[in-house]
């Protein structure tokens, strides 16, 4: 990630790593359960907006923590860390599990959130249209689920996956189970999202096989000020497959 500048922040002895690019009204984006798909689409948005990308404790680079073991952990976490970034007000995106906890932490912060954006966001209770369980799914079934047009997401996986790649894996796969085996949804958040007033703009892939797209309608009911986008011809990575999404993003956010 050349074209980004790393940093890293000492929050609460958790080393955490964040990747910032360009200028300007700051925009934080949350990833979501992995970190396969990388940075880069975010780029684009670099040339109106200060770009900051922190991996998640237990992420990418991030130093990891048994201690962090619910959301609300990850919550105070970036309550910390916006501190140190002396971030007042800014632009949040989070992308599924990132797009829920873009939306936890609005619920209780929604103060310091201009606007907020939501890529397939996880964990919305919808018995009808459950969230695939990820946990259940072997490395390379979940990989290709990601998508609908695997070519825009080979350029980001090693042609023969080393032990790092498969220990990196393995390492996020753990932190997710922590926060999520006994809790796969957050059974409380449907009755706080009326908090979330700033305005806000989801967008789904139509064929996500992993967040379901029908899962959008739940959101749409809840918030109070909200536009929702399907995408055609798109899966969960609908941000990769589409850069048409991050533009519209951008337009939304800068507008």
Same mark, same amino acid.
């Given at each position: 990630?050349?074209?980004?500048?790393?940093?890293?922040?000492?929050?609460?002895?958790?080393?955490?790593?964040?990747?910032?690019?360009?200028?300007?009204?700051?925009?934080?984006?949350?990833?979501?359960?992995?970190?396969?798909?990388?940075?880069?689409?975010?780029?684009?948005?670099?040339?109106?907006?200060?770009?900051?990308?922190?991996?998640?404790?237990?992420?990418?680079?991030?130093?990891?923590?048994?201690?962090?073991?619910?959301?609300?952990?990850?919550?105070?976490?970036?309550?910390?860390?916006?501190?140190?970034?002396?971030?007042?007000?800014?632009?949040?995106?989070?992308?599924?599990?990132?797009?829920?906890?873009?939306?936890?932490?609005?619920?209780?912060?929604?103060?310091?959130?201009?606007?907020?954006?939501?890529?397939?966001?996880?964990?919305?209770?919808?018995?009808?249209?459950?969230?695939?369980?990820?946990?259940?799914?072997? @490395?390379?079934?979940? +990989? %290709?689920?990601?998508?609908?047009?695997?070519?825009? /997401? #080979?350029?980001?996986?090693? $042609?023969? *996956? @080393?032990?790092?790649? +498969? %220990?990196?894996?393995?390492?996020?796969?753990?932190? /997710? #189970?922590?926060?999520?085996? $006994?809790? *796969?949804?957050?059974?409380?958040?449907?009755?706080?999202?009326?908090?979330?007033?700033?305005?806000?703009?989801?967008?789904?892939?139509?064929?996500?096989?992993?967040?379901?797209?029908?899962?959008?309608?739940?959101?749409?009911?809840?918030?109070?000020?909200?536009?929702?986008?399907?995408?055609?011809?798109?899966?969960?990575?609908?941000?990769?497959?589409?850069?048409?999404?991050?533009?519209?993003?951008?337009?939304?956010?800068?507008?």
């Amino acid at each position: 990630m050349s074209q980004f500048s790393k940093e890293s922040y000492d929050i609460n002895g958790i080393e955490t790593v964040v990747y910032t690019a360009g200028s300007g009204e700051p925009l934080v984006f949350f990833h979501g359960a992995g970190t396969v798909d990388g940075f880069d689409f975010a780029l684009p948005l670099a040339e109106t907006f200060r770009v900051i990308l922190p991996y998640h404790p237990g992420f990418g680079e991030s130093a990891d923590d048994p201690s962090v073991d619910e959301m609300h952990d990850y919550v105070m976490h970036y309550l910390e860390l916006f501190d140190a970034l002396e971030l007042k007000t800014f632009n949040l995106v989070g992308l599924s599990l990132g797009g829920y906890l873009a939306a936890k932490f609005g619920v209780e912060h929604g103060h310091r959130i201009r606007k907020l954006g939501m890529i397939a966001p996880a964990l919305m209770v919808d018995p009808e249209h459950p969230l695939t369980d990820i946990l259940a799914m072997d @490395g390379q079934e979940l +990989i %290709a689920a990601l998508v609908k047009n695997f070519d825009v /997401l #080979a350029p980001h996986l090693p $042609e023969s *996956p @080393g032990i790092d790649f +498969i %220990a990196d894996r393995y390492r996020e796969t753990t932190s /997710l #189970a922590r926060i999520q085996w $006994e809790h *796969p949804n957050d059974l409380k958040l449907p009755r706080y999202l009326h908090r979330l007033t700033m305005p806000t703009m989801i967008v789904w892939g139509e064929e996500d096989r992993i967040v379901p797209v029908a899962q959008a309608e739940a959101w749409k009911k809840a918030l109070p000020d909200v536009t929702v986008t399907i995408v055609p011809d798109a899966g969960h990575l609908v941000h990769l497959e589409k850069p048409e999404v991050v533009t519209a993003l951008g337009e939304f956010l800068g507008a």
